[in-house]
């Protein structure tokens, strides 16, 4: 066979999706009528942290279409708690609440209007206790604990002689930097549908991980996985609130009760009380040559989890394996903890504890560049870990060239040619960088299965959650190319668990590499089959044989694979069926390392700083995304560019703001996430296509890397403008304006 | 339990077609559209008139469904996703979103669609910073904006 190129992997196709997307006919959860179907809302706890003394639903469920009132008392023969890692979440409060809007009542009727009426009639007694409040509480301990102590998960490692490399360095440089709490604002809020039935439970519901939540529905209620249906339409937008188990053990156990199916569709005001991002605090300690050469690096940190650890345990780890940079370090110890407040539980969002390592990476790491004089781009070049070396000890090695990746992007973005150019009176330029490496990819684990139809057309069946991403788009291209047929004629049926094989998860910026991965398989395994019956066709070997654009050739003649496989069952019908199964044991060899990639994140940003009023303006920003091979690549563009908007969110303006428990800015008027005219007017992806990841085609995950440099790049330009080093994140006309204030910069 | 409550009759034009309901007075008019016509392209958010995913256009303006009563749009022509889109002059702005990537989970992009139609009625030809000023009042998530500005712009005269 000669050298085939690409057909459709590598190109712009037209997404699956586009045609229900652009037209009104794309179904979200919400969007869903389920026959008998109840309201559902919810009683929440006013108080961040209380002891429940009584609650009464009689008057509730006295009211005319009340179906069912849940409270802890209805949770017998059940497992009462769930989580990913420690089981600590009760489907809903039990004796205490741990944070402001933990739900304990949970209200089914007719329709919503009774149901809000019936809300009012729950009577529920607190007895308060002292409230938790942000990181130093936590650690203070004092009060009572939020669970049996606050704390949630400690982490560590550790290499080298970290004392000894401090004792001997010429400059040692302690700096420590906060990340403030922050919420996905997942356009469509958490919404669930769940019918508890005799013989099974059907969900639909707006989860990423669609076979998590059937194991965990399962496990609670006593039940087989084949008795648990979960079902994911489109997902309006997950970034990670929609991760793990949410509102589907409530909703179900409600529908147990009113015995019907039940719906619950959050609000933003609940949405912001159900997860959120870690809040973080950083310490790092940095041995330095007077050359400019790291020799230790020292990180202390804490995560802010919330009231119970949702994701709290990974994000604690992921927070210390990303503090210490992408560099080559011989002697580095890291301690991360996570931490228990009252406030809403802190989950997965977008590259966890991510952004918040790097931010405090970076940042330290111009505070150095600028103490020894160095150019701060040329510092970290000078200390970038190399290709093919153990970025952390035991794990897999650094597949790029990061110091190439790091120059393209100062290249494009004219990082050695820059200068502020005139300016008004009280108005400052500057730019700034950062780089990071993420450790991606979650469990190597994902199966998938290809039916090829006797028309010469193919139906892919993926566990992966639509959210957005593209996925499906990108999973009927790999099979098209694999299986050597059109595009066109790939239809993708995703997220059902009773029609779809079994998938880990969606998210950590894995399923093109996975996923990816299964359905590559499936399609070389069909494709095979389909050679087979073209050598016995041609009485040829199948090595022999071309396959294109759904026909089989061999010495001039031609057969569709369609009449193939027509030929195999001897009449009109029949199909085939491929399989792909992805494990650490894959036979590429590619998968038995931990992480399963590591995703290179890299900034520029130029600022414009109003020194009268403290506000920052982002005027250009370059990211950089190497999806080892781009196989949708306006896709890869747009995960890049849609994760650093969000990214200018948390740097400039996004937070979270907690008084004594109580959460002052639960609404998009108060909380405010980016707009049109935030957009920066040079917002720019450089796409390097490496090859060298783990996924077909050398393919690795992109969903993360533009979110993680934006806040450190921009508070390092923040510096280069004014010569202010601003700690706290987020970077608002405020803070920055007090900053500058107390540095006379004002 | 609500006491009975006074209903509204209301008859409008919605996506071309005379129409008529009774609403109550508090009714929003994306429960109008979504419960009573079955229209739920129109999506709910942020129910605060910030995101923009509920725009519909009213007499060719946009407005937020989620806080104009339904009693509003009495006499008045009412156009949601579904009307647009199944509207031959959609298909400019439709492939445009199409080839520049400018939707991803698509929970914004029926309210997206109807703004920038109502922009490019107005204004054929807007210029980079005309579209995101005019756009402002619809969040997207996802795309980063960059996209969608593009979009816009291709769909236009200037991007003919």
């Known amino acids: ?746 | 339990m609500a006491e009975a409550q006074d209903t509204l009759a209301v008859a409008f034009e919605l996506n071309g077609v005379p129409v008529e309901a009774s609403v109550e007075p508090q009714t929003p008019l994306i429960d109008l559209l979504r419960e009573r016509f079955g229209l739920t392209g129109t999506k709910r958010s942020c129910d605060v008139q910030v995101c923009g995913a509920c725009t519909v256009l009213l007499d060719g303006a946009p407005v937020s469904s989620c806080t104009v009563p339904a009693f509003e749009v009495r006499g008045r022509a009412v156009l949601t996703v579904e009307g647009f889109a199944a509207d031959e002059s959609a298909s400019p702005l439709i492939e445009a979103f199409v080839n520049n990537a400018a939707f991803q989970c698509g929970f914004c992009t029926p309210g997206m669609l109807l703004a920038a139609k109502s922009l490019l009625d107005a204004d054929p030809a807007p210029s980079e910073d005309v579209i995101k000023d005019y756009m402002r009042g619809n969040v997207c998530r996802c795309t980063g904006y960059k996209k969608i500005v593009e979009a816009v712009h291709e769909a236009s005269e200037a991007g003919r």
Not at chain 1, 35 to 43: D, E, P, Q, R, T
Not at chain 1, 210 to 224: D, H, T
Not at chain 1, 272 to 291: C, E, L, P
Not at chain 1, 446 to 472: C, K, N, P, W
């Open chain 1, 1 to 746: 066979m000669t050298t085939r190129g690409f057909k459709t992997v590598g190109t712009a196709v037209r997404r699956v999706d586009a045609d229900d997307k652009l037209s009104g006919r794309a179904q979200f959860t919400g969007d869903l009528e389920v026959a008998g179907m109840a309201f559902c809302k919810l009683v929440t706890s006013p108080l961040p942290h209380a002891r429940i003394t009584r609650v009464d639903a009689s008057r509730a469920r006295a009211l005319p279409g009340v179906y069912a009132v849940l409270t802890a008392a209805e949770l017998v023969n059940m497992e009462t708690h769930y989580g990913s890692d420690k089981k600590d979440r009760p489907v809903i409060a039990i004796d205490k609440v741990r944070f402001q809007g933990e739900p304990v009542a949970a209200v089914a009727a007719v329709d919503l209007a009774i149901a809000e009426a019936a809300v009012e009639l729950v009577d529920v007694e607190y007895e308060e206790l002292p409230t938790v409040t942000g990181i130093d509480e936590a650690l203070d301990g004092a009060g009572e604990p939020v669970h049996d102590s606050n704390f949630c998960h400690e982490y560590g490692y550790e290499w080298g002689d970290v004392d000894a490399a401090f004792r001997e360095c010429d400059r040692v440089f302690e700096d420590t930097f906060e990340f403030p709490m922050v919420y996905h604002y997942a356009m469509e809020p958490h919404t669930c549908i769940a019918s508890y039935e005799p013989d099974r439970i059907r969900l639909w519901t707006s989860a990423q991980h669609p076979f998590l939540v059937q194991a965990e529905i399962a496990r609670l209620f006593g039940r087989q996985l084949d008795q648990v249906q979960v079902v994911v339409p489109y997902v309006g937008g997950g970034y990670g609130s929609k991760s793990y188990t949410k509102i589907e053990p409530l909703v179900t156990a409600l529908s147990r009760e009113a015995g019907r199916p039940v719906r619950l569709a959050l609000s933003v005001d609940e949405a912001m009380r159900t997860v959120r991002r870690h809040a973080a605090r950083g310490t790092i300690r940095t041995g330095v040559m007077n050359d400019g050469t790291i020799v230790a690096r020292e990180c202390t940190g804490y995560v802010d989890t919330g009231g119970y650890t949702d994701n709290g345990v990974r994000v604690t780890e992921r927070f210390g394996d990303r503090m210490p940079g992408p560099y080559s370090l011989a002697n580095v110890r890291v301690k991360t903890y996570g931490l228990f407040t009252n406030s809403t539980p802190a989950g997965s969002y977008r590259s966890i504890g991510g952004p918040q390592a790097i931010w405090v990476c970076e940042s330290q790491i111009d505070v150095i560049a600028h103490a020894l004089g160095m150019d701060p781009f040329e510092f970290r070049v000078k200390n970038l870990v190399r290709e093919g070396e153990e970025v952390r000890r035991g794990r897999r090695p650094i597949e790029g060239d990061l110091e190439y990746a790091l120059r393209r992007v100062a290249d494009e973005f004219g990082w050695d040619s820059w200068t502020p150019g005139p300016t008004p009176p009280g108005v400052k330029r500057g730019i700034g960088f950062a780089c990071g490496v993420t450790n991606s990819g979650a469990s190597p684990t994902s199966t998938s299965l290809v039916r090829f139809h006797a028309d010469g057309s193919a139906t892919v069946y993926i566990g992966s959650a639509e959210m957005g991403q593209g996925s499906r788009s990108v999973m009927a291209q790999i099979a098209a190319e694999e299986m050597r047929i059109p595009y066109e004629k790939v239809r993708v049926v995703a997220s059902d668990t009773t029609a779809v094989p079994w998938d880990r998860s969606t998210g950590s910026s894995r399923s093109t590499t996975l996923m990816g991965l299964a359905v590559h398989d499936a399609a070389v395994d069909i494709r095979t089959q389909v050679l087979d019956l073209a050598a016995e066709h041609f009485e040829a070997f199948p090595e022999e044989i071309e396959a294109e654009d759904g026909r089989a050739s061999f010495k001039g003649e031609t057969v569709a694979f369609a009449a193939l496989v027509r030929n195999m069952f001897g009449g009109s019908g029949g199909e085939l069926m491929g399989r792909g199964y992805v494990t650490p044991k894959h036979p590429s060899g590619k998968l038995r390392q931990d992480p399963v990639f590591w995703e290179v994140s890299i900034g520029a940003a130029e600022v414009e700083v109003d020194t009268a009023t403290g506000e920052v303006r982002l005027l250009r920003y370059y990211s950089i995304s190497d999806p080892g091979k781009a196989i949708n690549p306006k896709q890869v563009e747009g995960q890049d560019e849609g994760a650093a908007m969000q990214a200018i969110g948390h740097t400039l303006f996004e937070e979270m703001l907690y008084e004594d428990g109580q959460l002052l800015n639960p609404n998009l008027v108060d909380y405010r996430v980016p707009v049109f005219t935030d957009l920066p007017h040079e917002f720019e992806t450089v796409l390097i296509e490496s090859g060298n990841g783990p996924g077909p085609y050398g393919a690795k995950g992109v969903g993360e890397g533009g979110i993680v440099c934006v806040a450190p790049a921009t508070a390092n330009a923040v510096f280069n403008a004014t010569g202010v080093r601003i700690s706290t994140l987020p970077l608002t006309p405020e803070r920055v304006w007090r900053a500058l204030h107390e540095a006379g910069q004002a």
